[in-house]
T-cell receptor, first 118, second 115 residues
Framework: AQTVTQSQPEMSVQEAETVTLSCTYD???????LFWYKQPPSRQMILVIR??????QNATENRFSVNFQKAAKSFSLKISDSQLGDTAMYFC???????????????FGKGTKLSVIP | EAEVAQSPRYKITEKSQAVAFWCDPI?????LYWYRQILGQGPELLVQ????????DSQLPKDRFSAERLKGVDSTLKIQPAELGDSAMYLC?????????????FGPGTRLTVL
């Protein structure tokens, strides 16, 4: 079974600064996907960024980028130029690329609560 | 922009009562997921549907939980009887199809409190 660990329960960052959220995972699979989801207070969870394990190039989406270290099983999220709207819970998640049974569940970490301070 | 709808948003019930949650996925999405999110934890999958068929319900406590998606569109999750430990956020998500290439879109959730 896969496990996802987020070791930082809470973090804070000054507006316009850069912050990095950590995530490690454990799997015996070689092909898989990793995700970062954002859950703002009282709002629905949305996908921030996705990384395919077979791609060496780190994914980027505007101010969001990842540092994917496959050998170390590490997948950190960097948020540049932090904005007040970035305040949210951030969840790291894992999904196998293939599923013989057709089940494609996301395995989530416990989350990191990020507060952006004005 | 199309969104996943869930109702009710909040539900308070007493132990041993029955509760039901409803989810309407984004139109055209064949795959529907129910997750349970306990406070301070990440969501955990309860059941996955592909159209009207259950693909994965291995983590659904079947002695008290049931889920259906009769016409392959909207879905209902039921708990009977509710227990104190069922207090959590119940999230519904949908995607065009199953698999990591298809983004899962989440609804706002139903927050259940069992007294």
């Amino acid at each position: 079974a896969q496990t996802v660990t987020q070791s930082q329960p809470e973090m804070s960052v000054q507006e316009a600064e850069t912050v990095t959220l950590s995530c490690t995972y454990d799997t015996s699979e070689s092909n898989y996907y990793l995700f970062w989801y954002k859950q703002p207070p009282s709002r629905q969870m949305i996908l921030v960024i996705r990384q395919e394990a077979y791609k060496q190039q780190n994914a980027t989406e505007n101010r969001f980028s990842v540092n994917f270290q496959k050998a170390a099983k590490s997948f950190s999220l960097k948020i540049s130029d932090s904005q007040l709207g970035d305040t949210a819970m951030y969840f790291c998640a894992f999904m196998n690329q293939y599923s013989g049974a057709g089940s494609y569940q996301l395995t989530f970490g416990k989350g990191t609560k990020l507060s952006v301070i004005p | 922009e199309a969104e996943v709808a869930q109702s009710p948003r909040y539900k308070i019930t007493e132990k041993s009562q029955a509760v039901a949650f409803w989810c309407d996925p984004i139109s055209g999405h064949a795959t529907l997921y129910w997750y349970r999110q306990i406070l301070g934890q990440g969501p955990e999958l309860l059941v996955q549907f592909q159209d009207e068929s259950v693909v994965d319900d291995s983590q659904l406590p079947k002695d008290r939980f049931s889920a259906e998606r009769l016409k392959g569109v909207d879905s209902t999750l039921k708990i009977q009887p509710a227990e104190l430990g069922d207090s959590a956020m119940y999230l519904c998500a949908s995607s065009l199809a199953g698999g990591p290439g298809y983004e899962q879109f989440f609804g706002p959730g139903t927050r259940l409190t069992v007294l």
